[in-house]
């Protein structure tokens, strides 16, 4: 289901931000430039329009509070994304396919949806615009056609609105007039109404023959369709995690397939038959990320060369490390070594960063007439970060058979997908894909080691044996001993990264404690003198909270001396063929740009020969011409009919430059080409002749 939001007048959605100093108050758009309506917008003024409802009497309070829920306490019962134009997704496609990149810049194609307005407050006292009052206002068209997804959740009872309660959610949807900034300015007038759409399935995968007994590794990838809170325990909530917590996606399987079901598969843990979610990482060419080892280090200042790849240190590797300690007690060629600030790679050294973006909210006070938020009765500005959209992350799941098969009925039957914070209004909307389903297989071989090294590819939770929570390497090497069967093991060395950690419980509905862990990226190295069987480590998951993708390691056998990084380069395959009309239209854009910059030269070169008493007469003239005739011959043929000899050869010089800068076009027909040559022709002349006749006026005096 949709809803359809149509502007019956001009629409600002003030995004808190703007691209230059050419707009003071600028519209939400996209980075291609395409404009949207963010989700909290269009649920805030839905709400309040309920509220209304509720007011006069015609819904109980009890329906509003079931529907919208209540902040910390009960969820929304429906989600709303961003509205974006009709096929959004196929102008994205073609924007992003496009191979001349100049004409699909974002400033561009904002151009083709919006315009800027100029306005300015009176002096009472003088009946003028006040002094340093000018102000530019970016707003999208009249008529633009946003469309918006809205679904039903369901509650852990596995029920969801009834029809009667939609219905009534649609209607206070209806009853929605006005949107945006300066909505009691002549903006933002609206038509909301509901546009029924097939739902879109989920790709669904279909697995046979697991057997109850055996433990898989299913893999998982999520596409953000929109942009994605993750909020940090570090920086409140200007701060958003790069990644996706196991804890999230544990949830989504809760929440698809019961609270009863869940709580089976919980209650029946036990060694092997543990449920894990491990964190999702950025993909890169079809390959999950994990986290830079802290080890690995680079040269002061360095950089990467032209074949982009870089050779960092490895300073797990004891010769690399008595080699640069060697060459700093001699003072020859010292190297000076510092962290590579790269969060992730593939294990072949491809490094992926994550795009993030920032978003300006703000929540009105109580007192509705009041239409801005003031800092005061409970109204507030804040901002909150979120990874953009567009992007993939991979994990996977370890689950027995029996629990494999639950998850997957439960992710196959949700249709309706969406994870993480604010993910009711504009966040979260997420594409959920099984990839790959296989066997884990068992420890079959021994691989003896008296050194080698484990990287923590998640944060790790432990407990000393107090009980307390702790960030103590020398907690994780007890741990590690216990998994192993062995107490001959010793720290080497070791790389630490500290993660401030923490959560929210949903049955409780509690916050969990913040607390400190050895973080993701810690490195440390171990030796045996008798040797120990890493096999063990396969497929482990250290500490505590496991469930939440928490404690995920892997082990180094070898340490390697030197580690080539490489850039990832997306390379574009651009097609030709286009789903919509949106490069035509650009193209369009372009040859009428072409056509001013030209008229205006032409101008430019014309007014030298125009100073004379009359000139002015006769651009004046020539304007209203242009405003009465459809093309260039009427108005030729108006002019030829002026009595004036003089002034008939001069405007018929102008006119010939008309009609040399329309042809010169082939993009635009010859009468828009026309209407558009001429305005910015005269328009400039105009303005030039006046300049030239304020200097003329100056020197005399």
Known sequence: MRLKIKLLSDLCTYSGEIYNSLADIDVVYDKYGLP???????????RESFLELVNFGIYPVEMYNKIFGNEGDLSAAFSIGNAYLDSYDDICRDLENCEDRGLVHAQNVLKLYTYIRTQTSIDYETGTAAKGSLRNIRVVKKDTEFYADINFNRDKNGKTLSDAEADALFNAAEMVTHMGVRRSRGLGLVKISRDTDSIEQNSKKQINGLDDNNRYRIDYRIYLKSAMLCKSQEGNQTRCNNYIEGSKVLGLIAGSMGNSEFKKIMNNQSGDNELIVSNAYIEENGKRCIPVRASIQKKKDQGFGED????????????????????????KDAIQLSPIGI???????????????????????????????????????????????????????????????????????????????SRNAEYGNIEFTIENVEEVEGVKDSKILNDFAICMDSPVI????NGMLTSD????????????????????????????????????????????????GTV?????????????????FIGERVN??????????????????????KTKSYKKETKTEIIDILKQQEAKNRLCYEARERADKRIDKFKDDESNAIIGRLILVSKEQHNIDDMRNQVNSWSSKTRRDKAMKIVSDIEEVINQENACNTEE????????????????YRANSKGVEKDEQ
Request: hydrophobic share 35%; net charge neutral.
């Open 36 to 46: 949207y309506i963010p989700a909290k917008r269009i649920k805030g003024c839905i």
């Open 308 to 331: 982009n790849l870089m050779q960092v240190y490895d300073m797990l590797n004891d010769d690399i490390k008595n080699d640069i300690k060697s060459k700093a007690q001699n003072g």
């Open 343 to 421: 969060e992730y790679m593939t294990t072949d050294g491809v490094i992926k960063g994550i795009e993030t973006e920032i978003d300006y909210h703000h929540k009105r006070p109580n007192d509705k007439s009041i239409g801005h938020a003031n800092g005061n009765d409970e109204s507030s500005f804040y901002q909150l970060e979120s990874i953009s959209r567009g992007q993939a992350f991979r994990g996977y799941i370890l689950a027995n058979g029996s629990q494999s098969k639950v998850i997957l009925d439960a992710i196959n039957s949700n249709n309706n997908i969406r994870m993480g914070n």
């Open 462 to 465: 432990l407990f000393n044996e």
């Open 473 to 520: 390497i020398a907690v994780f090497r007890d741990y590690l001993a216990e998994q192993l069967g062995s107490e001959d093991i010793s720290i080497s060395e070791c790389y630490i990264k500290y993660e401030v950690v923490g959560g929210y419980n949903v049955t409780w509905r509690k916050q969990k404690p913040i607390f400190t862990t050895l973080g993701k």
């Open 524 to 540: 440390c190295k171990f030796h045996s003198d008798k040797g120990v069987n890493i096999s063990a480590l396969n497929n482990y």
């Open 548 to 569: 939440e993708g928490y404690g995920e390691i892997h082990v180094l056998s070898e340490m390697p001396s030197y580690v080539t990084l490489r850039k990832a380069i």
């Open 673 to 688: 080409a026309y209407k558009i040559v001429a305005k910015e022709y005269l328009t400039r002349m105009k303005y030039q």
